[in-house]
């Protein structure tokens, strides 16, 4: 039977996305010590098999360089293995960081062979065309990158490798190291990528989401022209099944937005951008990853109330923006789609997207439209500090309800709305669960007050990884891999919750967990605060370094991509 066959043969198969009423499966059980061992040896046995010796690629087959919140994951597991790999995971990815302070999603090996992937360095050509990024030269000279960025959680990331070993970190210097470019790096996000002035990032490319192919960007896709079949090759196909994949038409959509951000020298300011998202997702992480560099900042000695304040900020933008009370969830803004009100369109349009309320219950129109479609992105946010009681109790609603089913009709939460027109349990991220989104809503669970439901999650993840030989991704349904095995990020995210939930730490002193209510909690809904009476055009930049640290150039000509660490911690370092 060939792919397609297959894949339309599971569309109505019993138990699959064909069975709207398919029963609820059985809850995972916690694994025993002896499942756990083995579970720890399997990962790490992955994290050492896909080591570079400066850092881990996803998969060597089918990613064999450094992809950027890949990384970030990986050191958030790795730190339990080792914290000062960990940290140079973390270390070698800044050293691809550009003058701007954007961090490419990907850094290339010099050593892999330029048609093991597409596309490469030779399509993204950054020490060239990224040469105008500042007017001056904004790619390293060093090494070859990509041009475009993908989720900031790097900060996180940061924060919680310094937490797991504070006396490694600092004999090595890791945070005075990394603190000035991850703000170099979130100022960008801040100054360069504020499209629809309304204080949030937007991506310009659905790579940049992390969800590449998610039927969120099937509408602002549409209006891109593909790139010719004859002029790009696809490698992933050679390493998985083409019914996991992107199909043939959105390839040649994302070689021909990556083209013109290319051929424009990857500015910002007067590009474009015929693809401009604000993804949930993208900015609930850059919100929790402030939290962090201000608990970054408190620790060298300066003021973390900055950083903050601008998480706040962000919160308040996110909420104004992206939250929709008809759906339960927040959605994506097209800012450069139209539907006459600068509202969004759609099944799922209603209260809560088409403008925002200013002071006095005036309505402010917003640019663009909401995508009416829902996906993981917009339950990501659980995970941020600071949103409204009744957001919060929204979204777990709809985490378990119909249209994503944890617990009651999948282990493990999906990609994509389970009963959307665009669902496929198998293509990529149209419908499948990712370890790292389920991460991710772990977190958030259990730090708004849903335990219950985050150790559900947590038994699921584990037991998911280890019956699948850690895959790239699920079908949420059956718990069958999909894509790669031995991906680092679900050995990585494995190790870590084998270790058991976080003290929370990561958000500060001012910010604990249960701070939000939990779903089971009665409370009348709590109305969220009325923002500003005007948005400010950009957002404010992120906090400098105390007076008596200077930050470095980000441009990483002027540092080692992969700095190597101090004798104290070579000979402290252990496995993988």
Known sequence: ??????????????????????PAPPPHRFPGRDERDRLRRGAHRVLLGNWTGASTVPSHGLYPHQWSWDSAFIAVGLRHLSPVRAQREVETLLGGQWADGRIPHIVFNSRVPYGAYFPGPDFWRSSTAGAAALGGPG????????????PPVHALAAWLVHLADPA?????GFLARVRPRLAAWHRYLAERRDLGGGGLAATVHPWESGMDNSPCWDGPLARVAPAPPGSFRRADLAHGAAADRPTDLDYGRYVALAAAYRDHGYRDADAPHPFAVEDPSFNSLLIVSEYALGAMTRELGGDPAPHRERAATLTEALMRRLWSADAGQFLCRDLRGEDGTGGRTGRVAGRGAAAGDAPGGAQVALPGALVAERSAAGLVPLIAPGLPAHVTDALLRTVTGDHFGLGTRVRLLPSYDLRGP??????????????NVNWLLERGLRRCGASDHADALRAGVLGAAASSRFAEYLDPYTGT????RDFSWTAALALDLLKGPDSGQEYGEEVQPGAITSMSRAETPREPPAPSSESPRHMSPAHEPPSNQ???????????????PSPESTESEEGP
Do not use: K
């Not at 039977?1 to 398919?22: L, V």
């Not at 665009?422 to 370890?435: H, I, K, N, S, V």
């Open 139 to 150: 790619a390293p000279r060093c090494v070859e990158t990509s041009g475009i960025v993908q």
């Open 168 to 172: 490694a970190s600092g004999r090595r």
């Open 422 to 435: 665009a669902f496929d349990p198998y293509r990529y991220w149209r419908g499948p669960a990712w370890f």
């Open 1 to 22: 039977m060939s792919a397609a066959a297959s894949a339309a043969a599971a569309r109505t198969a019993p138990g699959t996305y064909g069975d709207r009423a398919a």
């Open 481 to 484: 891999g999909r894509g790669t």
């Open 550 to 564: 200077s930050p470095p150039d980000p441009s990483p000509q002027n540092s080692s991509p992969s700095p190597s």
